[in-house]
């Protein structure tokens, strides 16, 4: 979901809403623990935290080719 909105701050209740069901506990922290182990494999610069507000991945050079696939 965040690579198919690279560039985009995506909130930690966007990601929920948009993989789980809607009686999903909003309350657990299972975004922040896939966020951690993606970040272990991928490394961790690749999603970026923005405090506040969500999580972003931002394309190579920091730049989006407005193409979503």
Same mark, same amino acid.
């Given at each position: 979901?965040?690579?198919?909105? !690279?560039?985009?701050? &995506?909130? @930690? ?7 789980? $069901?809607?009686?999903?506990? !909003?309350?657990?922290?299972? &975004?922040?623990?896939?966020?951690? @182990?993606? @970040? ?10 923005? !405090?506040?507000?969500?999580? !972003? ?7 989006? $080719?407005?193409?979503?696939?």
């Amino acid at each position: 979901y965040l690579m198919h909105h !690279r560039g985009k701050t &995506i909130s @930690r209740t966007e990601l929920t809403e948009h993989l789980y $069901d809607q009686d999903f506990d !909003r309350d657990s922290n299972t &975004i922040e623990v896939f966020v951690g @182990r993606l @970040r272990k494999k991928l490394g961790i610069d690749l999603i970026e935290t923005v !405090r506040g507000l969500g999580y !972003r991945i931002d394309p190579p050079g920091g730049e989006t $080719d407005g193409a979503d696939a």
